[in-house]
């Protein structure tokens, strides 16, 4: 198994290299068995081991470029991983252009566009800073030609033309040198994280996370475009995001993946847009993926799994990354002390012990392993046992003694779980809509399919009507006849849905939004310096706690939205978010991530200055699971 820190990035080299970054700044170059070759850690012990994730990378001669999160460019040497130079954020910042007190924004930008030996990139702020590669100097600071925007992929290896993608579905053609790009062609209403060359017939591929015009939010994929922006093809075939695009040396294939969990072989040997397989068998969703020089393909997974497949999809060896992530957390009925975490392996109880008051501790009591993908969700139930949907399609029902009383396989990818406010049914949120099941037979009861997009976040409203949120933001509740009776628009896609009363809270895009049950539009939204989706939140004492992709935790007063205090120090995403209180009354907050980490907050609104404080850490050990098909043979299309 690979001891090394879970990996954001990864890219083939010539010589049967491969080069990956992680989630706290480090590189380290893998054979093409997956054996860690040199870590960046072992060749610099004088680089800060808490540092930010890197997502981007590019090269020049000997040397190795990274973009981390925070908008720190760094310089190693490539043969040695050795760190060389490195710029912080304000280093790279036209100052003058900047408000009174801005700080950084933390962002997962992936590009970095290489010409002439010189770098192109967002710094930290979002201008357009341009290095010199010998020197490692900023050459200029300037602005984009078409204003302030995130650019989040370059492709220089087209003949004549350079191609630039953002953050808001749009590519720009034109001239890195001259900073001309006088074509701007949107192909997607959200991130466009790649646009590769296609040598083979002289045109663009690029990738979209949302679809565009009518698929918009509810099917993704490919598109093809000229040199003059002419799309020229489109195949829409995901319902989440699509991350990673790489061709083989030849040209005649295409290879795409992304937050489905499948890599997508394409025949490239005519100009249509042909799907030739789909390839299963991965733990978790790919992040990216690259193409060596012999043909070999390397996926990503969120999970920091890497995989090593044959060209034609059969996999040949896996890193073997031991995984571990808190997805869920959820309070015990009857148990103000207790805690149900649901993990990478199957679930884990924790209890909050406090022997010295002040001096609390979250301690695992038991862990259970399910020999299934991923615990997305897990409920506590009344009889001890728990329920919970495991990636990518199952239901499990458990017993007090940790037996299974029931599993299920649904027809789509599983993506939130509730339980009716009497304990008798389950609402499964999925790829094929909204499946309800009988609590103690997992028979199912009901199923809400008429819906125009996958089923991202299901919830029981008090009256025990059932309550969607579709990936398209549509948010619709449902009376047992199945009529919807509230209808109303999120306004993005959804993560989780929150029901206390007549309120409910919707997670995700565009922060949080709390709506009273039957009103049209939300009357609070809490967005203040939050980065990136909201995952999650909870409620105590008038505080909302809330955590977001950016790796951050805030507490907004529930009544006001006024923004109480911000952490930005979690050792990675977060997902599992739950409140307890200690002997003495005291408010904690317990948060989980990937990793498998839980940090408890202590909260108290009385310390303006730090309403919020880390009181430590537990780690649940790695604990894998399985794949859902291990085998990963290729399915053709």
């Not at 809509?433 to 089923?455: K, N, Q, T, W, Y």
């Not at 025990?464 to 047992?480: E, H, K, S």
Request: charged letters at 20%; a negative charge.
């Amino acid at each position: 198994m690979a001891r090394i820190d879970r990996l954001t990035r990864i890219v083939s080299r010539p010589g049967g290299r491969l080069l990956g970054a992680d989630i706290r700044g480090g590189l380290h170059w893998l054979d093409q068995d997956l054996n860690v070759l040199v870590s960046s850690h072992a060749s610099t012990p004088a680089q800060d081991p808490a540092g930010d994730p890197v997502y981007a990378l590019a090269f020049h001669e000997d040397w190795i470029i990274t973009r981390d999160k925070a908008g720190t460019l760094s310089r190693w040497h490539a043969p040695t991983l050795r760190l060389v130079d490195r710029l912080t954020a304000a280093a790279t910042a036209a100052h003058s252009l900047l408000l009174d007190g801005e700080q950084p924004a933390p962002t997962m930008l992936r590009g970095i566009g290489v010409w002439n030996g010189k770098a192109y990139l967002n710094n930290g702020y979002f201008q357009l800073v341009v290095v010199d590669l010998d020197s490692f100097t900023v050459d200029r600071i300037v602005p984009w030609p078409h204003g302030y925007d995130m650019l989040e992929w370059f492709c220089t290896d087209a003949p004549g033309v350079h191609a630039v993608s953002d953050r808001s579905g749009r590519i720009h053609l034109g001239s890195l040198e001259d900073l001309d790009f006088s074509t701007v062609v949107q192909v997607d209403a959200s991130n466009v994280h790649r646009v590769v060359y296609d040598a083979r017939h002289q045109r663009f591929w690029a990738i979209g996370d949302a679809g565009l015009g009518e698929t918009r939010n509810i099917s993704n994929g490919v598109v093809t475009l000229g040199f003059d922006g002419t799309v020229t093809g489109r195949l829409d075939f995901a319902r989440n995001d699509v991350e990673g695009l790489a061709f083989s040396p030849d040209f005649r294939t295409a290879y795409s993946g992304g937050f489905d969990g499948e890599l997508l072989l394409f025949d490239n040997t005519g100009t249509e847009l042909t799907l030739a397989a789909r390839v299963g068998g991965f733990s978790h969703q790919i992040i990216d993926l690259t193409v060596a020089e012999d043909g070999s393909v390397y996926t990503l997974t969120q999970d920091g799994e890497v995989t090593a497949l044959e060209a034609d999809g059969t996999v040949t060896g896996r890193l073997g990354h031991l995984r571990q992530c808190v997805w869920d957390l959820q309070a015990v009925p009857e148990h103000e002390d207790s805690l149900l975490a649901a993990t990478d392996s199957g679930t884990a109880r924790l209890r909050l012990v406090e022997t010295v008051p002040g001096q609390p501790a979250l301690v695992t009591d038991r862990t259970e392993s399910t020999g299934l993908g991923f615990t997305r969700r897990a409920l506590p139930l009344a009889d001890g046992g728990w329920a919970g949907i495991c990636w990518p399609t199952s239901v499990r029902r458990t017993g007090p003694d940790g037996r299974t009383v029931w599993d299920r396989e649904l027809p789509g990818i599983v993506h939130t779980l509730a339980l009716s406010p009497d304990g008798n049914r389950l609402l499964v949120g999925c790829n094929a809509g909204g499946i309800e099941l009988d609590a103690a037979s997992g028979e199912e009861i009901s199923r809400v399919a008429d819906l125009p997009a996958s089923v991202w976040a299901s919830a029981y409203l008090e009256d025990g009507r059932r309550l969607l949120a579709t990936r398209n933001g549509m948010l619709v509740a449902y009376d047992a006849t199945g009529a919807a009776t509230w209808t109303t628009e999120l306004g993005s896609y959804p993560k989780r849905l929150l029901v206390e009363g007549d309120r409910v809270i919707a997670t995700g895009g565009g922060g949080f939004k709390e709506f009273q049950v039957g009103h049209d539009t939300f009357d609070q939204r809490f967005t203040e310096l939050l980065d990136n989706t909201g995952e999650n939140c909870v409620v105590i004492d008038g505080v909302l706690c809330a955590v977001t992709y950016g790796l951050q935790i805030a507490a907004y007063d529930h009544a006001t939205g006024e923004l109480l205090g911000l952490l930005e120090d979690l050792p990675d995403f977060p997902k599992g978010l739950a409140a307890l209180r200690g002997k003495d009354g005291t408010a904690y907050i317990a948060v989980g991530g990937r990793g498998g980490y839980v940090r408890l907050l202590r909260l108290d609104r009385g310390r303006p200055e730090s309403v919020l404080s880390n009181v430590r850490d537990l780690w649940l050990s790695d604990g894998g699971g399985d794949y859902p098909n291990a085998t990963g043979t290729a399915e053709r299309a």
